[in-house]
């Protein structure tokens, strides 16, 4: 089991930047799929983006590319989500969530109810 907590959250203006981060405690974080979800208010829970073990095996959201990062750091069981060129659209509540079960072979994944490990969430407000 593994405990995770975002950070990073803020009010900002439009095209600003943030970067929020996930920690997580586990002794096998570096095995774990990770991903940020976000929820805006009166909307369904949506994918952001995800990474694998390997750091180059990444997934985008439509509306993020071009724009958003995700990164990990398995020394300090770690992952960011580095948001540049922020949008009122993309005002939400962000979750950090890991595919505890994924192996080498494991795709991406993209859908909320295929993890099982979820943070509190952390606040982005965007200004117009």
């Known amino acids: 089991q593994v405990q995770v907590q975002e950070s990073g959250g803020g009010s900002v203006q439009t095209g600003d930047s943030l970067r929020l981060a996930c920690r997580a405690s586990?002794?096998?974080?570096?095995?774990?799929?990770m991903a940020w979800f976000r929820q805006a208010p009166g909307q369904d829970r949506d994918f952001v983006a995800a990474i694998g073990r390997n750091p180059s095996n990444t997934a985008y959201a439509d509306s993020v590319k071009g724009r958003f990062t995700i990164s990990r750091d398995n020394a300090k069981k770690t992952i960011y989500l580095q948001m540049d060129s922020l949008k009122p659209e993309d005002t939400a509540v962000y979750y950090c969530a890991a595919d505890v079960r994924a192996i080498l072979t494991t795709p991406l994944k993209t859908r909320d109810n295929e993890y099982d490990l979820w943070g509190q969430g952390t606040q982005v407000t965007v200004a117009s």
């Open positions: 586990g002794a096998t974080f570096s095995r774990y799929h």
